[in-house]
């Protein structure tokens, strides 16, 4: 069931980024199992999928023990300082930096288990309230700062925009994104590279393709809906 689904979504964004004149290869669906079995994980790596996203930290590192075979698992929701050390040699990217004292301390995990970790940086294009991430006028700053840590790599930026009846409405918030991301290019900055956008859901993936996405994180059209209350 769940390989249907994810064959499905990925037939929609192949053909989304075909119709934008994109090339499908450049995007990477993420299958985001939060909540989810480690059974629906295993069929899907029995098809082939290898992205995974996780919002939480002890989620991630339990389906990341165990997994039949090594898979990339994205962490996609806030991180809390006090939980870097378990995650920073377990997820292939963190999606959601979004404080100074948050990536100093993955530098200094990642320094002592000798690793790099590759990060995005979350706006909070929307400027809502109830969602983390830096506004757009902090992003710069940061990842000037960030440019001199030896052991953390900007690939780009993240954004979760809000949860709307139609997904035009998020439109504007993904090209601010895409624009945010041109700007802080142009600038050239050492050791900050700005080729992922993170930026997409069930809801709206396809007009944030449309719009410049690289990596669109999809549940429930994979999953199905999630059960908080059993999760
Ligand atoms: C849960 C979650 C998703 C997936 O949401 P769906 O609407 O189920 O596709 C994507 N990104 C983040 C950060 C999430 O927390």
Redo the contacts with the bound molecule.
């Keep these: 069931m769940v390989t249907d689904n994810y064959r499905t979504v990925r037939e929609q964004v192949d053909a989304c980024a075909l119709r934008c004149g994109r090339n499908p290869e450049e995007i990477t669906l993420i299958a ?1 199992s ?1 909540t989810k079995p480690l059974s629906d994980i295993e069929e899907l790596i029995q098809a082939g999928v290898r992205e995974f ?1 996780e ?1 939480k930290v002890q989620e991630l590192c339990e389906k990341w023990e165990n997994v039949s075979q090594p898979v990339h698992f994205h962490l ?2 806030h991180l809390q300082t006090n939980k870097v050390k378990y995650i920073v040699d377990k997820a292939c990217m963190i ?1 959601s930096v979004d404080s100074l004292r948050l990536a100093k301390e993955i530098q200094k995990e990642a320094a002592k288990k000798q690793v790099t970790v590759e990060i995005l940086i979350e706006v909070n294009v929307a400027e809502e309230e109830s969602k983390f991430g830096l506004s757009v006028d902090e992003v710069l700053p940061l990842v000037q700062e960030i440019s001199g840590y030896p052991n953390l790599h900007v690939n780009g930026l993240m954004t ?1 925009a809000p949860f709307v009846e139609d997904p035009e409405e998020n439109r504007n918030y993904f090209r601010a994104l895409k624009q945010l991301s041109l700007d802080i290019k142009e600038k050239n900055i050492d050791n900050i590279d700005m080729n992922v956008l993170s930026m997409g ?3 709206d993936y396809l007009v944030a393709i449309e719009e410049g996405a690289t990596m669109v ?5 994979i999953f199905g809906t ?1 059960n908080y209350a059993l999760g």
């Design positions: 985001v939060k996203g919002n996609i929701g999606h979760i859901m069930t809801n994180r999809v549940g429930t059209a999630r």
